[in-house]
């Protein structure tokens, strides 16, 4: 049974935006901490941005100031926006429930020079 399901990703230029959704099942979106991911062909997994049930974020330096997760807990989604996208930021981008061992399948996103 699918428990995150992630959509938004598709192709941008450089200095364009996208907006990723995780739409997460109840039970695990409620509990934990949703984290954002992405993996580039070649290398590891890395995390992005998370936050917390209470709503506290964190994100990583390549992407501070341009990026923003946020999540909706009535409807029980998550997103991630990107401005200002680079063709460094080109990878899969996976949402993750903290501790649930629950992964979405991921969406590409792909920035042009």
């Known amino acids: 049974q699918v428990q995150l399901v992630e959509s938004g990703g598709g192709l941008a230029q450089a200095g364009g935006s996208l907006r990723l959704s995780c739409a997460a099942s109840?039970?695990?979106?409620?509990?934990?901490?949703i984290g954002w991911y992405r993996q580039a062909p070649g290398k590891q997994r890395e995390l992005v941005a998370s936050?917390?049930?209470?709503?506290?974020?964190n994100y990583a330096g390549s992407v501070k100031g341009r990026f923003t997760i946020s999540r909706d807990n009535g409807n029980n989604t998550a997103y991630l926006q990107m401005n200002s996208l680079k063709p460094e930021d080109t990878a899969v981008y996976y949402c993750?429930?903290?501790?649930?061992?629950?992964w979405g399948q991921g969406t590409q996103v792909t920035v042009s020079s």
């Open positions: 993750y429930a903290f501790t649930s061992l629950y």
């Open positions: 109840r039970s695990i979106f409620s509990i934990n901490t």
């Open positions: 936050i917390t049930s209470g709503g506290t974020t």
